[in-house]
């Protein structure tokens, strides 16, 4: 009872009690001023491209966000490899939080590939292989949240996830492959593919403060998610404990009140 | 007394393809249900797309793939819902065979379904859809390992799923995307061998037989974990 009790005391003192902290403020506040001054310097200051024209502003924004949706996704294969060694919710618990905002960004990223192609093609889909790949992997990885989502023990969750989370990540280069050999047969304009922009000057300040913004709003909200799930997992556990205890407290009750009837029987 | 390595792997994957092939062969649920949902598929095929011969003959070996990709989904949820029920998942681990052996076992068993099912479907896609089979020797090629990609995704994704209880609609969503490069391969190089598109077939060969190690070996090492805790 004591060792319990002293290790309930050393859980609450190691669990922080918020997402927040002073680093992930820090990293708040630069992320959200970065992603003013990309709109100021991405939208306003810098100038059309000779070749692509207008469509260069979405291009400082779709490169950040398919970067930042691969590196989350590498992060849940070396989180669920990881996991697969050591067994640990940490790495379990980073992999989870890596691919939750990986398949945002790239949400994001079929979104204002979309937008370019309703302007350069006029219909907002055509089979372009970097478009098409990102379709593939969304929906794998969607199926990883899916089996997430499935109540089941942690360490049973954990595995069934980073099995698929090796099993995705691996897959990631062969979907390019196939996809870039089958629409290589008709070529057209992809998305940033076929055109090198020139970029100098404003424009090139642009598109690197975008990667540079993106990947510090990856970090603010990866943080953030890891805590959140570790406070979930911590509520979980408390809430089993505070239910046992119930019911303990229930049955002694009820076997206090049984005895007292059988007392007054007498 | 078990054999221990490599040989001991095969002993045992025999030992569970032969026990899968069996309970197939005595409860015939291959034969009297997949295999009529797959001409089921090739029928409705034709009747969504028109029987014009050109639109259908146009779309043939894609449709020809999706039907294997689907049924191939069925051969995976029976496969591993017999392992599923009653626990036997756990007496087969606690019967001593290694798990990657388990694995192969059942990969080696639904890769041999598959080729029969692959084998009736290209008759009845020549028969109804009046399609000629040429370049046999490439056709083999990509069947073979287009099979034992979509096998060893399926047996990985199978053994993963086996304990859910809402395993039949996870799995589709689970192996479907996967086997996305599957489907465009395996299409890609039947047209080439059928002779309606001209470019090199085998490289896509070659990328169905990457696919088919990659997912074997990641396969046969995540199998233990996942007989274990998943």
Known sequence: MTTTTTQAASDRRVAPTSTSSTATRVLGISSVVGLALLVIFGVFVSPPDAELGQTIRILYMHVPTVSVAYLAFLITAVGSAMYLWKRTEFWDLLAASAAEIGVVFFGLTILNGMLWGKITWGVFWRWEPRLTTTAVLLLTYLGYLAVRAIPADPRTRATRSAAIGLLAVVNIPIVHKAVDWWRGLHQERTIFGTTKPEIQGTQAFAAYLGLAVFLLLFAWLLIHRFRVAFLAERAAESGLGAAIAERRQEASESSATAVSHSEGDR | ?230
Request: net charge neutral; hydrophobic share 55%; proline share 4%.
């Open chain 2, 1 to 230: 007394m078990r054999t221990e390595g490599v040989r001991g792997v095969v002993a045992d994957a025999a030992l569970v393809a032969g026990k899968d092939l069996r309970l197939e062969r005595r409860s015939k649920v291959g034969l009297s249900q997949v295999l009529p949902f797959a001409l089921l598929v090739i029928l409705l095929f034709a009747f969504a797309l028109d029987p014009d011969r050109r639109v259908l003959g146009a779309a043939t070996p894609g449709l020809y793939w999706m039907v294997v990709l689907f049924s191939a989904v069925l051969a995976v949820q029976r496969s591993f819902g017999v392992e599923g029920e009653d626990d036997v998942l756990d007496a087969l681990r606690l019967s001593g065979l290694s798990a990657p052996g388990i694995f192969l076992g059942k990969v080696a068993a639904l890769m041999v379904q598959l080729l029969a099912l692959e084998f009736v479907l290209a008759i009845a896609v020549a028969v109804f859809y009046g399609t000629e089979i040429s370049g046999i020797l490439l056709l083999v090629g990509v069947t073979t390992t287009a099979t034992v990609g979509i096998a060893a995704a399926g047996g990985t994704y199978g053994g993963l799923v086996a304990r859910i209880r809402g395993r039949d609609t996870l799995l589709p969503l689970l192996l479907l995307p996967l086997l996305a490069p599957v489907l465009i391969s395996a299409t890609r190089g039947t047209e080439v061998a059928l002779g309606r598109d001209a470019g090199p077939g085998w490289p896509w060969v070659g990328l169905l037989g990457i696919f088919g190690a990659v997912y074997l070996t990641l396969g046969a090492l995540l199998f233990r974990p996942l007989l274990e805790d998943a």
